[in-house]
Structures are given as C-alpha cells and as structure tokens.
C-alpha cells in the first residue's frame, strides 16, 4: 500500500493492527467470522477486476498463457518430492494443520458439520490460490507485452509492489478503482490478523490458563482472552518491525516465518494423534525448542552475511520504458535541451521533451 499511496508502512501496520484488535476482543470468533466474509468479498472482487481488465488489455486468457509458457512460468504438475526445492505441493501439508482452520472447525456444533464445513472450504481455498497465482501471470503478460518491465526499469524497488503498480497503470484514468484496491489490501490484513489473533487468544485462554485456573469463571476467562489478544496485537506490531528489515517477496517472509513455527505445530498434532503415552511438560519443551530452532534458521538465512539467493526467472524487457510523447517543433523555438532528463520523482510514460 506505501507504493500507492505515499503513506509510511508503519502508519497502516498500527492502524490496521488496532482495529483488528479492537473488534476481535469485542467480538470474538463471531465478529472474526463475519468480518472474513465482508472481506473476502471484496478481495474476490478486486481480483476479478483486475483478472478481466488484464486479460482484455493482453489480447485474451490464451494469450496470457501463451506468454507465461514460453517463459517457463508455467510448470503445473511439478511433483517433485524433493523437500529443499521451492513452490511445490508440500505446501499443502500444512493446511490441515493450521491453528486458525482447527479453530475454525472446533467452533461448529458437531463433527458432522466440521466435516461439511471442511469439504466446502477446500475447493474454495484452491481456488482463492488459483486466482492469485493467476493475478501474478497477468501481471507479468501485460508488463512484458508493454516492453517495460516495473522492476528490471527500477520504477519499483520492491517485488510486493507489483500488484499496486499494475493496478495504478491499468486503471488509469479510471476513478475510484485505487480505493477499492486499498479496500481489498486493507480487508486482507484485517482477515490474516484478526484470525490469527482469535486463535491465539483461543489457545493461550484454554491451553494455559483454565488448566492451571480450573476455578476461574467464563466471564473472568472472556477478560483474560481480550486481553491476550491486545497484547498479542502488540506483539504482531513488533514482528512487523523486523519483518521491515527482510528482503524478498512478502508471500516468502510469511511461509518462511511460518514454516519456522509450524514445523513444531504440525509436531504436536500428529503425536498426540498416533502416541498416548505423551505429558504436557514434553509437549511444552519439544515445541519451544523446534520454535527457536526454526527462527534461528529464518533470522540465519535473511540475516547473515553470506545468505544463498534464491533463484529467481528472468525479468521481462525494457526496451520500451522510455517512449515520450515528442512535440515536433524548431529547434530554433525550444527553450530546453533536446536531452530529457528524469528525476526520481518522474513518470516514465507521461513526459515531454521540450517546452515551447
């Protein structure tokens, strides 16, 4: 959003980060249900709007195909079982086992409906994916079809611009499409946050403290879990902090910070599903222990002085980034150099090279 809109990062992470924890510790599980509704209207429209508009600017679906096959970023039935290769269908492990879902399917009324709920949330979830994977194949069809590829020119500097820029440019011209944007980046923070913010509210209140208070009251537990998630809130501010200083693409950051902590999660759920002889204290100490382990690799590789480079596919050209809408005049009647000149704050598209 700071590649749209100007405004510093660290105004939308706390405000975004206050409200999602002002309506989580009012509202609950409920107001996190319904808000991920509201929102995931709005995310799938917006995605949709710029699927459509990217695609009739391109030439078509086939064409958007077409381009992304030529440069390899079409590899589909990749199944390669390899655990150190990138972007394969291991991911897919790691669905089943997340605390927000598990939370989400402990709170309907019976296993009958978990059951229900689960089978018609996984179709929704590949396709959710799907469409934003597509996001990304649109993008790079239409930047390459223009000859001017956002980030080989510099114009962004980072790669989680790409769908900000895209959008400003392909909306162009059109009013109030910028703010329904904001709308949907803004709606999907919220989701992510307030979601997890419930399930840790939800796992501090009922895995540490009605065990150890058994005589404590639901209302005295309510409070305790709003507070929890303000604190947990506070936390979120702080990781976002140091997420701040990583470099790379943000889908990245996020699996590899969550894939340093759900290794241990993961851990638990199958042990307690296969072993029975198995104690708190052990549960405990295993899970903190594979937690630090897993950040000390995170912090490692993002932090150290010699980290590897992922590999990356090459970017598009170039070679049209620099087209200027000329005025034929005398040279006689110019009053500025022939040799336009831009600055950090120019638009590469809209400029011209003399002034009368």
């Not at 599980?29 to 799938?44: N, W």
């Not at 501010?237 to 590899?256: E, K, L, N, R, Y």
């Not at 969550?258 to 290794?263: F, I, P, Q």
Request: hydrophobic share 45%.
């Amino acid at each position: 959003m700071e590649g749209v809109t100007g405004v510093s990062a660290w105004i939308y992470v706390v405000v975004l980060t206050s409200i999602a924890v002002v309506y989580t510790s009012l509202g609950g599980i409920k107001a996190v249900v319904v808000t991920d509704v509201v929102q995931g209207v709005i995310m799938i429209g917006m995605i949709f709007a710029i699927l459509i508009c990217g695609c009739i600017r391109v030439g078509g679906v086939s064409e958007v195909i077409e381009i992304n096959r030529q440069t390899g970023r079409l590899q589909i039935f990749d199944f390669d079982p390899n655990p150190y290769k990138r972007h394969t269908f291991w991911i897919c492990a790691g669905i089943s086992l997340s605390p927000p879902i598990v939370q989400r399917l402990n709170s309907t009324r019976s296993i009958g409906d978990a059951k229900k709920v689960a089978a018609m949330s996984i179709p929704c979830f590949v396709i959710l994916q799907i469409l934003v994977m597509c996001e990304g194949l649109v993008a790079y069809a239409y930047f390459l079809q223009k000859g001017c590829d956002p980030i080989a020119s510099q114009q962004i500097s980072n790669p989680n611009q790409i769908i900000p820029y895209l959008v400003t440019d392909l909306f162009a011209g059109v009013p109030g499409i910028t703010g329904l944007f904001l709308a949907a980046l803004c709606s999907a923070s919220l989701s992510t946050i307030s979601s997890l913010l419930s399930s840790i509210s939800a796992v501090t209140s009922e895995d540490f403290i009605r065990p150890r208070f058994k005589k404590a009251s639901e209302q005295s537990l309510t409070q305790f879990s709003k507070v929890s998630v303000v604190l947990a809130g506070v936390v979120c501010i702080c990781i976002a902090i140091m997420i701040s200083q990583v470099q790379g693409p943000m889908g990245q950051i996020a699996d590899s910070i969550l894939g340093a902590v759900s290794g241990p999660v993961a851990a638990v759920f199958l042990l307690l599903i296969f072993v029975r002889c198995t104690t708190r204290k052990g549960l405990y100490s295993s899970v903190a222990f594979g937690a630090c382990f897993g950040i000390w690799l995170f912090l490692g590789y993002n932090f150290s002085s010699g980290r590897l480079q992922s590999p990356t596919l090459p970017l598009g050209s170039t070679e049209k980034c620099f087209l200027y809408h000329n005025t034929l005049l005398p040279l006689d009647n110019c009053t500025a150099s022939p040799h336009a000149v831009l600055s950090e704050n120019d638009s590469m598209y809209d400029h011209t090279l003399f002034d009368e």
